[in-house]
């Protein structure tokens, strides 16, 4: 009976390498995921904070088996001359070897790129930490937090677990108190006195996979990504409602009414974590 069960489950392995749509699909007309979920159910998610001591602020963030840690490092530096008085926000993921086959060691690779811009683009975008509030001294100093991300395990949706990293480790961060001293054309910082970032939100990202003619897959696992003809992802804010929506592929499904649909999932899952992930 065991060696039966064996070789039950190499067959299925095998076919699962190599005809993974097919093998998807097979699944999906009996409600149910790779990982055993539904389609229309989210994975678990959980925070922790300050887990880097050397870091400014820290998070370390998982959603489901994906798994980000994200540090902040904050340096002083001149502003540009056009934005005298913004600092600067350089947020980065890196998705290492470690974390997933699909990865190699060297240079970043163009979707850890993709990535970063995109979620520059988020944080930018919902003007999560407002830049003037990283000024100094106008003209002549700001403060750049480095907002460095890592995924130490990969299983998909790297992005929505990113932006709940990155925010987490603002929230996390504090800045020693600094002033600059215009006599000696230079800037000092108090550690003794430290204080916290100014953020003026919180958003958390919802990405769902679009599978085949009518299905949504929310929450997509490394196995779907490949397979998605498209997805979406909404980024949602408890005060301000949607923040923006981004899509990737082919998005043509009931037009207005699957973006309404999708909305309001993301919405629903919203009410449960936001204050769970951030306190509200």
């Known amino acids: 009976m065991a060696s039966l069960l064996v070789s039950d489950t190499l067959r299925a392995l095998t076919f699962q390498r190599l005809h993974p749509r097919t093998y998807l699909e097979r699944l999906l007309a009996e409600d149910v995921r790779p990982d055993g979920r539904l389609p229309s159910e989210w994975r678990d998610i959980s925070v922790n904070v300050g887990s880097i001591s050397t870091a400014d602020g820290s998070a370390l963030v998982r959603i489901g088996d994906t798994t980000i840690v994200c540090g902040v490092k904050a ?40 990535l970063s811009d995109r979620l520059n683009d988020a944080l930018l975008a919902a003007n999560v930490v407002p830049l003037e509030s990283l000024c100094i001294q106008p003209g002549k100093a700001v403060w750049v937090l480095y907002v460095d991300a890592t995924c130490i395990n990969y299983d998909g949706n790297a992005f929505d677990a990113t932006l709940v990293a990155m925010v987490a480790a603002l929230k ?17 910082c108090t550690r003794k006195v430290r204080e916290p970032l ?20 929310l929450d997509p696992m490394a196995f779907e990504e490949p397979l998605l003809d498209a997805s979406l992802t909404i980024v949602l804010d408890e005060k301000r409602g949607v923040l923006f929506v981004s899509e990737i592929g082919y998005f043509n499904l009931a037009g207005e009414d699957l973006l309404t649909k999708c909305i309001q999932l993301a919405k629903q899952q919203h009410e449960f974590v936001a204050n769970r992930l951030y306190g509200g």
Not at 81 to 105: E, H, R
Not at 172 to 184: D, F, G, V
Not at 203 to 213: I, N, W
């Open 75 to 114: 340096e002083i530096a001149e502003p540009e001359l056009d934005l005298p008085d913004q600092g600067f926000l350089v947020p980065n993921l890196d998705l290492t070897a470690m974390s997933s086959p699909k990865f190699k060691s060297g240079p970043p690779s163009e979707e850890a790129q993709v």
């Open 198 to 217: 100014k953020l003026n939100c919180s958003p958390v990202a919802y990405t769902m996979g679009v599978f085949g003619e009518n299905t949504i897959l």
């Open 172 to 188: 996390n961060t504090t800045l020693p108190k600094a002033i600059y001293i215009e006599e000696r054309g230079r800037t000092t």
